[in-house]
């Protein structure tokens, strides 16, 4: 689980808020991926980044910004965000985009209010 | 199309008791499956994983899962349960027909160990 680690664990922000979940892979790993984990759903992938290019947006709104400057590190950065949003954000990385094992960091409990 | 059904959302047992937890698949291809468990408060964990080697994997902590195409299953068993094995288990399928990286989940099931 160290092998990706995200920051904050936990954020509580108001609707005109606007932060930035961090992630950082150890891993040597040139994918990585946004996902959102809410309560009695499937894990939605949000976002998908192979080589620090985005290779996937899974229709997510522009409240949400993904930003991928290195191979290493992922930011989701928020703004105006809605209740429905709450959730959790995970992210993952692997090898390279395809077949490949993902590995998840912890996780980031976000509460919109 | 991808996807995948675990079979009970809630599955309670009793220390040292089997364990048993139930995924089917659907796929285009020859999928490439994992199971994955989810901790309170912590990111998902691989447990195992299928790519077409044996179709009997073994995994981390006395965890194994039998691949059966016939059936469309990737079942995960444990012939003892302890309660550090209360969790929320993932099945999840990787089509190998994508490129995307697009991995398929299960809704979950959420496994109870009684003292």
């Known amino acids: 689980e160290t092998g990706v680690t995200q920051t904050p664990r936990h954020l509580v922000m108001g609707m005109t808020n606007k932060k930035s979940l961090k992630c950082e892979q150890h891993l040597g790993h040139n994918a990585m991926y946004w996902y959102k984990q809410s309560a009695k759903k499937p894990l939605e992938l949000m976002f998908v980044?192979?080589?620090?290019?985005?290779?996937e947006n899974n229709s997510v709104p522009s409240r949400f910004s993904p930003e991928c400057p290195n191979s290493s590190h992922l930011f989701l950065h928020l703004h105006t965000l809605q209740p429905e949003d709450s959730a959790l954000y995970l992210c993952?990385?692997?090898?390279?985009?395809?077949?490949?094992?993902?590995?998840f960091g912890p996780g980031t409990r976000l509460l919109v209010l | 199309a991808q996807s995948v059904t675990q079979l009970d959302s809630h599955v309670s047992v009793s220390e040292g008791t089997p364990v048993l937890l139930r995924c089917n698949y659907s796929?285009?291809?020859?999928?490439?499956l994992f199971w994955y468990v989810q901790h309170p408060n912590k990111g998902l964990q691989l447990l195992l994983k299928y790519t077409s080697a044996a179709t009997l994997v073994k995994g981390i902590n006395g965890f194994e899962a039998e691949f059966k195409k016939s059936e469309t299953s990737f079942h995960l068993t444990k012939p003892s349960a302890h309660m550090s094995d209360a969790a929320e288990y993932f099945c999840v399928v990787n089509d190998r027909g994508s490129t995307l990286g697009r991995l398929y989940f299960g809704r979950g099931t959420q496994l109870t160990v009684w003292p």
């Open positions: 980044y192979n080589f620090k290019e985005q290779t």
């Open positions: 993952a990385s692997s090898q390279v985009v395809g077949q490949e094992t993902q590995y």
């Open positions: 796929s285009s291809y020859s999928p490439s």
